[in-house]
């Protein structure tokens, strides 16, 4: 089957698609593409606008400034995949890419656009979470800075505007003693998660966590947080034991559903036991003696 037939716009700045996104009616942003032209090709999404920003070179990067690791709307996860500063400094971002699906769609689709997506089993929605992330939008009366734990509402819904695109998601550049890690649970290359974890840890000259941060995939109607977790790892010391217990609390804070690939009781077990293994590797990433976790 084809695509029905579409208006195509191809802005080349990010004004220029922001004045498109306000003058047109209920236009579709193509950014890498990947969920979008499988919709469009079984006509489960018939669009009578699409505003094709593969165009805007200025948002094509991937790097740190100002503090941050900043990622622009037309960052692909092969970047993420392939740049040096992500295998140095953030593990979980390193963990998560190459778990996204298969090369192809790797190097195409988009680290923003999939945020944009709000798809509940999406990857870089906990990653961002776990580091206290945010995302930037432009629209007609300027721009704003969204919080990730503000951004997801519903499965594929967003607190985007509709006249807003969506232009870089960043997150704070670790500090001393910070480390992070991201498991995923999945049947085979290619799906999406049945269950994820992202964690991040900074540990203090004392080696106690002071900061703590968990967001699980696959598990809630978006992307969550385990604040309890969090709460309870804070100003502890690493230890097995310890992140057993935030394995428990991030499992009874998910909301898994019974499904083809497992009932919600297993779910909730996945999510004990990859909070214990990314809690472990962020652990050790962040300078603690490395402690047993469950394998």
Do not use: C
């Not at 037939?5 to 209920?26: G, K, Q």
Request: glycine share 8%; no cysteine; hydrophobic share 40%.
């Amino acid at each position: 089957m084809k695509a029905a037939s579409f208006e195509h716009h191809e802005p080349t700045t990010v004004e220029e698609a922001v004045s498109l996104l306000e003058s047109l009616d209920e236009p579709t942003i193509l950014a890498g593409g990947q969920s979008l032209v499988p919709m469009l090709r079984f006509r489960l999404a018939r669009p009578d606008t699409v505003i094709d920003i593969n165009g805007i070179d200025s948002l094509e990067y991937l790097h740190e400034e100002d503090g941050y690791l900043r990622i622009g709307a037309l960052a692909r996860h092969a970047d993420v995949e392939d740049t040096d500063v992500i295998a140095d400094r953030y593990g979980s971002f390193a963990d998560a890419a190459p778990l996204i699906a298969d090369p192809q769609i790797r190097n195409q689709g988009t680290v923003v656009g999939s945020m944009a997506q709000a798809d509940p089993k999406g990857d870089w929605g906990s990653v961002l979470i776990a580091h206290d992330g945010e995302v930037t939008a432009r629209g007609p009366d300027g721009e704003r800075t969204i919080p990730v734990d503000e951004l997801f509402l519903l499965p594929y819904d967003t607190s985007l505007m509709d006249d807003e695109l969506l232009t870089e998601a960043r997150v704070p550049a670790p500090v001393e003693g910070e480390g992070s890690a991201y498991h995923k649970l999945k049947r085979k290359t290619g799906d999406y998660a049945m269950a994820g974890v992202a964690a991040r840890l900074v540990l203090d000259d004392d080696g106690r966590i002071e900061d703590a941060g968990i967001g699980m995939t696959a598990v809630d109607i978006t992307n969550a947080r385990a604040a309890d977790a969090e709460a309870h790892l804070e100003g502890e010391r690493p230890s097995a034991d310890l992140f057993e217990e935030a394995g428990e609390l991030a499992a009874e804070a998910s909301n898994p559903e019974s499904d083809e690939h497992g009932d919600a009781g297993y779910k909730e077990r996945m999510v004990d036991v990859l909070t214990q293994r990314a809690l472990g590797d962020a652990a050790e990433r962040a300078g603690a003696v490395k402690r047993r976790v469950p394998q």
